[in-house]
């Protein structure tokens, strides 16, 4: 099963990732989490990377694209991938078209988790990441069992640099003008599913899961 999510930073695409991939046993790919791992490594990709996350802008398309043809040929993606954060261009979407068909495969399912703008800035404000597993948690709507620590592994849980009001703008304006116009690329082919993302993570999983085992 080849899966596509969309939505807006903080719509919970990562938290549901990490349930569907368990679930379906197949790889979460996230553009975001490659470029953050390529920047704490300090590689070439990372320093690059760094210049336009810092600001909360996109990486240009030809480095973001370079990374998922790559991935996807990996054979762990032959019986499927969840693609997370990516597209997020017009662009993007077309190369991911002649990729999926360049490996004679092609998307299942686009899922569009729908949040409000204001509910997506307190969700994006109080993110707490695990430095070691990369779960993720909300100080209010998520928490942990103790403060600032991950209840999966016991690592540390940390703040990313881009979840502040001002980088959290930036990135919602980025989303707004590049990303949601791709809705209608997908709405076109007939394969995009709209989720109520507002609700409560576990019904929003299991709208997911109804929706990826055809029974909605
Ligand atoms: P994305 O990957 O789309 O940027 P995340 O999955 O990281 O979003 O979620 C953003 C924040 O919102 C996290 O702190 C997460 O714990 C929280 N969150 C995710 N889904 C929900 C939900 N359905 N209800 C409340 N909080 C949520
Ligand atoms: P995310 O973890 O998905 O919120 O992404 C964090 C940041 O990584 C974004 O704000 C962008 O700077 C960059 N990024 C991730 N995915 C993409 C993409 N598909 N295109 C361009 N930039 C991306």
Redesign the pocket.
């Given at each position: 099963m080849n899966i596509l999510f969309m939505?807006p930073?903080?719509?919970?695409?990562?938290?549901q990732a990490e349930r569907i991939v368990s679930e379906f046993n197949i790889p979460h790919i996230s553009t975001g989490d490659a470029f953050r791992l390529a920047k704490s490594q300090g590689t070439p990709l990372g320093l690059e990377a760094q210049k336009y996350m810092d600001q909360g802008l996109y990486v240009p398309d030809d480095i973001t694209i370079g990374i998922v043809r790559e991935r996807l040929q990996q054979p762990d993606c032959e019986q499927g991938f969840l693609l997370?954060g990516f597209p997020r261009t017009t662009a993007q979407a077309e190369a991911l078209d002649e990729i999926m068909k360049s490996l004679g495969r092609e998307l299942n399912h686009v899922i569009n988790l729908k949040v409000d703008r204001d509910l997506l800035l307190a969700?994006?404000t109080?993110?707490r990441i695990c430095k070691s597993c990369g779960s993720?948690?909300?100080v209010m709507?998520?928490p942990p069992q103790v403060d600032g620590v991950c209840d999966k592994c016991q690592g540390e849980l940390y703040q990313r640099t881009d979840d502040n009001a001002e980088k959290v703008g930036t990135r919602l304006d980025e989303y707004v003008t590049k990303t949601a116009p791709l809705l209608e690329y997908y709405e076109a082919k007939g394969i995009l599913r709209q989720v109520d993302?507002e609700?409560?993570?576990d019904a929003?999983s299991q709208e997911i899961q109804s929706l990826l085992r055809g029974k909605a």
């Open positions: 939505g930073p903080g719509a919970g695409k990562g938290t997370d969700r994006l109080g993110r993720t948690y909300h709507f998520n993302g609700k409560e993570i929003v």
